[in-house]
Every structure is written in C-alpha cells, then in structure tokens.
C-alpha cells in the first residue's frame, strides 16, 4: 500500500509502573481509513493519546513524511494537522454547539473580537453536514449522548486535519448518525484525509475501513488489509483464542412474578403493561428515542409517573426516587455511565460500592472492611475487570471496563430486578461474552433481568420475552421463539404490531 503517511515506531508507555504499551507500531496511510482494534484495555486509546500529543511516550518515535516528529502538548500534534475524538465526551453542557466547536479557537472580527456571526455560521454548516438538525446557538445540555458525539465529530471536523482518529464514535449513535457519520468518512477519504477508527462492531470496520492493526495486551500483533482478513481471524488475533458460541442461553425455572407494571403513563411513556418473572430475561428493543431508557427511568424512579401501578411481589409499592426503587429491590444501569453511571474521580471499589454500603455494616454500624474488599475482588474477578487493583481511580480504566463496574455496582446492591440499559456498548467481543455469561449466572439465581439493548443479536440471543417500543408505547410482544429480527424492526418502526 505504499508507504506510510505518518508512523509510530517502538511505541512504549507506562502507567506508574504498569506497561500500557509495549513496542509497538501503528501506520496511518494517505488517504486511507486506518481501523485499530484489541480487547478492552489493549491500549487504543492510550495510543491515541500520544498520537494527539496527549501523553508523553516512554520510548518510541514518530514519523510524519518519513521526517522525526515530536509532539509535547496536544496543541503540537493540532498544529501538525491532527484532530482526535476522544472516546470520552469533552464537552461543556452550558456553552452552546457553537461555542463548544470553536472553544480556544473563535473566529475573530478584525477588532479582535470574537465574531459570533461567523462562528455560529460555520458551526451550522458542519451540523449540516453530519445531518445534525439542531441550532448551533442550542446549549450542548440539552442535547442526546448521540448528539454530543456529534458535536465531538463536528468539533474535529473544524479543524481540517490531515489525519482524524475517531475512538468509538459510534457508542452512542443511532443507525442513522452512523450512516452521516460514514458519508462524512468516505467524503474525507476521498479529499485524502486519513481517519484512524476505533470500534468494537466489528460489521462497522468491515463496511468502512480499508486496513487493519490489531493490538492485544499492549502489543502489537498484526495491521493487514480488510479484504484478506474476517471477522472470526479478526476476533481470534484480538482475543488469542478462538470464541465459540457468543450468546450463551441458559433455560429460565420460572418461579412467579417479580414485578409488575400497569397502566403506567407520563409524558414520555405511555400506558405501559408488562410483569416480568423470577428468572426472567425481558428485552426491550425499539429505536433510540423510542422511550426505552424513560421506562427504565420511570420504573427506577428517576422520572416520575402520572398514572399507573407499580407491585414487586404481588405488593403496590410507590416508587417516587431511586432510593425507593433501590429499597424494593429494583436497580438501573444507566447507558451513559459518564454522565450517571459513576464517579469518575473515585475507585474502583468506591465505585461498586456506593449504592451498597449497608450491606456491610457490621457492628455498631462500622464498614465490614474485609467483607468489603472480598466481594470487590469477587466481582474484579468473575467480570475480568481489567484494573491493577480495587483503589485504581475509575477515569483510569479503559472504556469498557469503565462499563464493567457500572455493571457490578448493579449487581452488588443484589436487586430482585436488575435492569441494564445498553450494558454491552463500548465492550469488546470477549467481555460482552463474560457479562453474558454473568447475566446467565444471576438470572439461574432467580434474579429478574430487563435487557434494553440497540443490538438486535444480543436481544435475540439472550431474551426470553421481547418487547418492542415505539413512540413512548408498546408495540410489539414476541415470546423467544417467534421472535425474528425482522418482526422487531418492523415494530420498532410502527409498521407492524405484535
Ligand atoms: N491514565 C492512566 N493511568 C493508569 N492506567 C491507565 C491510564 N490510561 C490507561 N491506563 C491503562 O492502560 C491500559 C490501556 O488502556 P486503553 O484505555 O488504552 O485501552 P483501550 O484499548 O482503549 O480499551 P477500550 O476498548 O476499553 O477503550 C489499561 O490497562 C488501562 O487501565
Ligand atoms: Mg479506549
């Protein structure tokens, strides 16, 4: 493929001690989109950041037009014409789109003073551009996960780099942000930019990218073309094994209902009738938008309801707030672990344990330390949580196992209803198969589990029920068995009830 644009050599990075990279290289091609895959913790995103300027390297060089290049800030490795989104979102909830885009960068009058016709007139192009409705002057806190991203997109898009690494930026996009997104790909390819894609859906680097580097553990392992390479060698060189069947499905005992809702209705749902059993699986598919997450929230407390009933075993209970859903045994794992799922300046351990604390009180209302930590380990270990140990502060940990213990904070509060919204985004092929694996364990437990998910496989494969929204309602009900992907979607838009 001719030479390299740009290249990283010998790459080394350490985190306190703890290899995060070692020696590896990583070509970016001109014109070319680069993706770079490995498991959760194989360092992408580190190697990112010190392609942007973010962290400094242990070892290593770097090549840009075969000339020795060092960047030693972020603003260095902008100036040589790379932009990055970052896996996390940067953004500032009350400045507006425009003001986000150009932060540290505004377009100038020739009074020098910020030109904020201007601004607000490119930021409304590049909104166009990735099909964005949305007013440049609108605060970012009033707009989706997914438009965010967006946002993050069109900020690096400002910029008109050479080279754009894009780390998971599809995570919080619905099918049609990912398809603008793409057109905007394949329009930068061919001006001759050169992207570097980080995902974990592997269907999406398959469609958009034209070589591969993998890395695993820290190291390099291969970079090849996409047409000589599938989705099972991919995921084999990813893992360094071979996955076998990807939605372990355990049979349900079915002991009585757990919880039931009625009638329930407010602004964002309506009329809502469902129960779930005992060691019950319950997906819940539907667009993004479709009211998934306002259920989930209603059901947990966090939005109110006008109407209806809410009974956990057989008993109304009023749930008016978390605490109250946390007391009746009902917990939510929240899609957008950034914003509500943890803290991220906290650890591991204080994580997992935030919502659970009086499970350990011991004497005279004293923290059962040993008792504590047992069970943070329990969970660091039957989840594979990828950490150098429980005091690790979160922001700390890679991506997915971020997810990981937004998970096991659920879990450790050992809820009767368990509901996870999205609980496999952002984590790579071999860790979504160890959450499976554990959904499975608590749901032979007798543990109710309501599965919201964008991922119609991961729906398929692991749901006893599937219930379909659409517009704040129900649309469709299938039992596993005459579930097809097809049924689903055609609910999901309102074509079709079942
Ligand atoms: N600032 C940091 N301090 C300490 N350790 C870190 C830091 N950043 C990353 N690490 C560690 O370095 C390793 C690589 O992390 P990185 O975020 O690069 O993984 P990743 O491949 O991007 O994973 P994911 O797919 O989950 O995003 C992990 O073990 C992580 O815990
Ligand atoms: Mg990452």
């Known amino acids: 493929m001719g030479r390299p644009l740009f290249q990283m050599k010998n790459i080394t990075k350490d985190f306190l001690g703890v290899r995060a990279l070692d020696n590896i290289s990583f070509n970016i091609y001109e014109g070319k989109v680069m993706a770079l895959l490995g498991e959760n913790g194989a360092g992408k995103s580190t190697l990112m950041k010190i392609l942007s300027g973010v962290y400094k390297m242990e070892a290593g060089e770097m090549f840009y037009n075969e000339k020795k290049i060092e960047f030693n800030s972020p603003k260095d490795s902008q100036m040589a014409g790379i932009a990055i989104i970052h896996q996390e979102l940067n953004l500032i909830s009350g400045l507006t789109i425009g003001e986000n885009i150009f932060l540290g960068r505004e377009p100038l009058t020739t009074l020098r003073k910020i030109d904020w016709k201007k601004?607000?007139?490119?930021?409304?192009?590049?909104?166009?551009?990735?099909?964005?409705?949305?007013?440049?002057?609108?605060?970012?806190?009033?707009?989706?996960?997914?438009?965010?991203?967006?946002?993050?997109?069109?900020?690096?898009?400002?910029?008109?780099?050479?080279?754009?690494?894009?780390?998971?930026?599809?995570?919080?996009?619905?099918?049609?942000?990912t398809a603008s997104l793409f057109s905007v790909i394949k329009e930068l390819r061919d001006e001759g930019c050169c992207i570097v894609y980080i995902s974990h859906r592997l269907r999406e680097v398959f469609e958009i990218c034209d070589k591969v580097t993998i890395l695993r553990d820290g190291k390099f392992i291969k970079e090849d073309e996409v047409e000589n390479l599938s989705e099972d060698l991919v995921i084999e060189l990813m893992v360094g094994r071979k996955l076998d069947e990807q939605f372990p499905r355990v049979e349900k005992v079915t002991e009585g209902i757990v919880l039931e809702v009625e009638n329930l209705t407010n602004d964002l749902v309506k009329n809502i009738n469902f129960s779930i059993q005992k060691g019950e699986i319950l997906g819940i598919s539907g667009l993004m938008g479709s009211g998934r997450t306002e259920l989930a929230k209603t059901i947990f407390g966090s939005i109110p309801y006008e109407k209806g009933k809410i009974s956990v075993d057989g008993i109304e209970v009023s749930i008016n707030s978390p605490k109250a859903a946390l007391k009746n045994g009902i917990v939510y794992v929240s899609e957008d672990r950034k914003l509500q799922g943890l803290v991220l300046e906290l650890s591991v351990k204080e994580n997992m344990t935030l919502s659970a604390l009086k499970q350990f009180e011991g004497l005279f209302f004293r923290i059962?330390?040993?008792?504590?930590?047992?069970?943070?380990?329990?969970?660091?270990?039957?989840?594979?949580?990828?950490?150098?140990?429980?005091?690790?502060?979160?922001?700390?940990?890679?991506?997915?196992?971020?997810?990981?213990?937004?998970?096991?904070?659920?879990?450790?509060?050992?809820?009767?209803?368990?509901?996870?919204?999205?609980?496999?985004?952002?984590?790579?092929?071999?860790?979504?198969?160890?959450?499976?694996?554990?959904?499975?364990?608590?749901?032979?437990?007798?543990?109710?589990?309501?599965?919201?998910?964008?991922?119609?496989?991961?729906?398929?494969?692991?749901?006893?029920?599937?219930?379909?929204?659409?517009?704040?309602?129900?649309?469709?009900?299938?039992?596993?068995?005459?579930?097809?992907?097809?049924?689903?979607?055609?609910?999901?838009?309102?074509?079709?009830?079942?």
Request: aromatic content about 4%; charged content about 25%; hydrophobic content about 40%.
């Open 368 to 498: 059962d330390r040993e008792k504590e930590e047992g069970l943070v380990n329990e969970y660091i270990h039957n989840m594979t949580i990828r950490t150098p140990h429980m005091q690790q502060v979160i922001k700390n940990l890679s991506g997915g196992n971020q997810q990981k213990v937004s998970i096991a904070k659920g879990l450790i509060t050992n809820p009767k209803v368990l509901i996870l919204d999205e609980p496999t985004r952002g984590v790579d092929v071999g860790a979504k198969k160890e959450i499976y694996n554990l959904i499975n364990q608590f749901k032979t437990q007798g543990l109710s589990i309501i599965l919201i998910s964008s991922e119609l496989p991961e729906i398929l494969g692991m749901c006893d029920r599937i219930f379909v929204m659409h517009n704040g309602s129900i649309s469709g009900e299938f039992d596993r068995a005459q579930a097809t992907q097809e049924k689903i979607l055609k609910c999901a838009v309102g074509i079709m009830e079942g």
């Open 119 to 177: 601004l607000y007139l490119y930021s409304s192009k590049l909104l166009k551009k990735l099909g964005v409705k949305r007013d440049p002057r609108e605060l970012v806190g009033n707009l989706s996960i997914g438009e965010r991203q967006m946002v993050e997109i069109a900020k690096a898009l400002s910029l008109n780099a050479k080279i754009i690494i894009m780390d998971e930026p599809t995570d919080a996009l619905t099918d049609k942000e």
